[in-house]
């Protein structure tokens, strides 16, 4: 994968997580509580300033109940 390709799909996270985050009335403390983890982490996903490892992603896909693959996808 490249460098541009990795960007793009980093950004479809963010926005897909900040949508399912408001679509299921959540605040971002609430995902982070529910995840282990600060605001400030959260807020960095989803501005695309942080990426999660692959427990946090598992987890978050388990919290809204989508695929891994709905979150780097159009």
């Known amino acids: 994968m490249d460098c541009e ?4 799909k980093s950004k479809y996270f963010s926005k897909k ?3 399912l985050r408001l ?7 609430e995902v ?3 995840l282990g983890v ?3 982490t959260i807020r ?21 109940n989508v695929s891994l693959d ?3 996808t159009e």
């Open 44 to 64: 960095n996903y989803e501005t695309n300033n942080g990426k999660p490892s692959i427990d946090r992603l598992i987890k978050l896909a388990n919290v809204f």
């Open 23 to 29: 679509e299921h009335g959540f605040v971002i403390e």
């Open 32 to 34: 982070a509580l529910l």
């Open 70 to 72: 709905y979150f780097f």
């Open 38 to 40: 600060s605001g400030n």
């Open 5 to 8: 390709e990795e960007k793009l």
């Open 17 to 19: 997580l900040r949508k």
